[in-house]
């Protein structure tokens, strides 16, 4: 049983060697990657001086931490929810919507840079346009007499934060669905067709099913971006909206919870729901790979 | 009828993107009470602060992406040629920066790094400025591995090693005239994508208090009305620069002679 590997045994002698080449990589990602995190997740577990707890954890589950998450998840949610929709009527308006070829190029680079536009500059062209003195606010006031504030809408709120979280989500969603609509192929419509199928029944009995876990598995991984977004959330709300990433940052700068470990166990939280969000993507990619090569 | 909602979609998404760019450019211009002007910008560029701030978050994006390639070339390398079976493990760990978020990662180098521990690197500027550094080196390797390892699969790197090696090259000689000037485009679109992300950082430079640009930003905008408008003007063309630049290499390299 042992000797089941013959291709093995001659240059085993060696085979340390190879190792040292990635050594400075291991050392790197070890130091500045994995040390730090084990660093939170560990410290989620342990007592100031060192010993283990689970109070921690337990101190997580008071009303304003719970409501913190639950606040974080649900615009996370509402953001992937619509930014899937979105980008996915987008990116089949632009493979099979029948448009101009020469749009296609540029909305793809333009989703290139969009979904690289977040963080605090984000902030500013949201609070430009939809803020009190906003362009499209005072365009509505002014033109419409319809006040955006009079109806609720305000952009330091769950809905504001949301809409602007949009401005990423929906174009990574294009980005990434975009090759999974081109790898629809045209011998399985057609296919369907002779057989005597509909294009609703086409799309709900091929192509939908086909595409179903690359849908899922990007949904994922667009709760996880909106999860671990700050910046945006600071430079548009100060600290008036209590989400996960901000009671974070206002913990790291000034202990604002009354407990250091505390924090831990928030980025531990944080860890495990953009983790498992993750862990789902990539399952779901990779059984939607056997389709769309 | 398929054509109108098709046209339908892209209107609206059109719509919403391009509101928040007329938004901030609008505002960005009306300092000057009832016409446009410039003076935004002209505040903006004159202040001190963004003067130190930019050049600081430039010079960090710049040895950011010079460590970046001295880790990421040669591991990347080295991996397909004689560790093929670990790729998918370093894949794996590549990704691993966008599934934890960077403000955890912060707080972990926060936490490990600070005065009283083994490696006290919070406890100096110069050694805050590399933790800082290390830590973009992070949040980019994502994009920096998968660029150049996009960029190596285009290569022969066993024959090109072996033709190298009997010609008497050593490690050195090969890395540097034979593999790095092969995926030279994947290496720079890496960069221009590393050096978008390092100015745009917030998190990780404002809890490491250094004067990056991305904190300079969020506390302009907490104090100013206009300025802010003017400085998000200038990161959007930043960014789009940088994208338009990996474009215009990546083009570069598809009319380059494929692989035989």
Sequence with gaps: MSSAKPDASPPARRLPL???????????????????????????????DGGFTLDNIRGLFTPSILAAYW????????????????????????????????????LLTFSGVASNFAGVPLAFAFLATLGPVGIVTVFLRSNFGFDLRMLGFNLLSFWGLTVTYLFFQIPLMILIITPALDGLKREWREAAEILGATGLQYWRMVAFPILLPSLLGTLALLFANAFGAVATAIALTGSSL???????????????????????????????????????????????????? | MKKIWAWGALVFGLLYFTLPLIGMTNFSLKMRRGEYSFDAYGKVFSDPRFQETFTYSVMQALFTIIFGVLLVVPT?????????????????????????????????????????????????????NILLMFGYATLALPYMYRAVDTGLRTIDVATLTEAAQSLGAGWATILAKIILPNVLVAVLSGAFLTFAIVIGEFTMAALLNRPAFGPYMQLLGANRAYEPAALAVIAFGITWGCLGLIQLVSRFQRSAPPKA
């Design chain 1, 71 to 106: 606040i974080s998840i649900k615009i996370s949610i509402a953001s992937a929810l619509l930014g899937c929709l979105i980008g996915f009527a987008m990116a089949s308006a632009i493979v099979f919507g029948g448009l101009p070829q020469g749009i296609r190029g540029p």
């Design chain 2, 76 to 128: 990347a390398y080295w991996v397909r040629l004689k560790l093929p079976r670990l790729r998918p493990v370093i894949e794996f760990i590549t990704l691993l920066p966008l599934v934890i978020p960077a403000i955890v990662i912060v707080f972990g180098y926060i936490r490990l790094y600070n005065t009283s521990s083994w490696l006290p690197l919070t406890g100096s500027l110069t050694g805050t």
């Design chain 1, 242 to 293: 209590s989400i996960v990433p901000i009671l974070l940052f206002a913990q790291i700068r000034g202990d604002v919870l009354g407990n250091p470990h505390l924090g831990y166990a928030l980025a531990f939280g944080m860890i495990v729901v953009t983790g498992i969000a993750n862990a789902i993507y990539i399952w779901l990619r990779s059984r939607s790979e056997r389709w769309l090569k």
């Design chain 1, 18 to 48: 190879h190792w040292l080449g990635i050594l400075p990589f291991a050392a790197f990602v070890t130091l500045f990657l994995l040390l730090p995190t084990m660093k939170i997740v560990v410290g989620a577990f342990q007592t100031p």
